[in-house]
């Protein structure tokens, strides 16, 4: 395969497997009790409630701002549902709550096999490694501390900071204005072929497509300028270096 001097990589599902469950009934009990610790009471059921009616209502508003696939800073609808009891949480608090509810509601996070690896080798290369993320920073940037990956980028774009995410196209321009990189030097790697592939192809960026155990259903023929259907970052690796 071709050399490229970025490679820009999603993250989950493509170098960590993640299992979150948001839905399950001990997740609301607890989160309702830690509200409660501070004074915003909920049944859980009217927690679950209020905040699935939060993020709908602000992804609505960013919308109707014509962005096409919007993102929200999760804390800001944690912060509103302290409000809505008439509690006036700090900063700090905020962010607590926030990773209170990731960590009852993941059921492990871990790099896959040769990820670490991966991402060392290509500096060694000489080459420059990029994060683009549909993520939350309150979850993600003390995930990839946790895993031992932060410092393995050059640079990362998290897109609650943005208030947009892939595949649109502003999203993947700011990567290329902020690092000043140019997209026919750039290979996108990741594990979902609308948000992933379909939005790099639209900027100019070569794709590499892994289908992984979280990956979207592939209903169609894979269209990316490489593809391996099935999880294995050391053999990725070999094909990246050549070696």
């Known amino acids: 395969m071709k050399t490229y ?23 609301w009990e607890k989160m309702s009790l830690f509200f409660g610790y501070y004074g915003a009471v909920y049944t859980p059921e009217a927690l679950q409630k209020a905040y699935l009616e939060l993020v709908r209502t602000s992804e609505e508003k960013v919308r109707y701002a014509h962005e096409s ?24 608090l905020v962010l607590h709550t926030g990773q209170m509810f990731r960590v009852f509601s993941t059921h492990h996070v871990k790099l896959y096999a040769g990820a670490k690896e991966l991402l060392q080798r ?19 940037e003390y995930e990839l501390f946790y895993l031992k990956i932060h410092d393995c980028f050059d640079g990362i774009l998290i ?22 990189i140019q997209p026919e ?8 072929l609308n948000t992933d592939i379909r939005g790099a192809k639209k900027v100019g960026m070569d ?11 592939v209903k169609r023929e894979v269209d990316a300028d490489y593809f391996m259907m ?14």
């Open 69 to 92: 696939y919007p993102e929200i800073p999760i804390e800001k609808v944690f912060r509103q549902l302290y409000e809505q009891k008439e509690v006036d949480p700090t900063e700090e």
């Open 185 to 192: 030097e750039s290979l996108m790697i990741g594990n979902d």
């Open 207 to 217: 794709t590499f497509y892994i289908h992984s155990a979280i990956s979207p259903e």
């Open 159 to 180: 897109s609650s900071d943005y208030g947009v995410k892939k595949p649109d196209e502003k999203f993947f321009r700011l990567l290329f204005e902020q690092y000043r």
């Open 5 to 27: 001097q970025n490679y820009v990589f999603d993250l989950y599902g493509t170098l960590v497997d993640i299992r979150t469950d948001e839905e399950k009934k001990e997740l």
């Open 122 to 140: 290509l500096h060694e290369a000489g080459k420059k490694v990029f994060l683009l993320s549909n993520a939350q920073r309150i979850f993600t």
């Open 230 to 243: 099935h999880m294995n970052l050391k053999s990725l690796q070999k094909q990246i270096l050549n070696r």
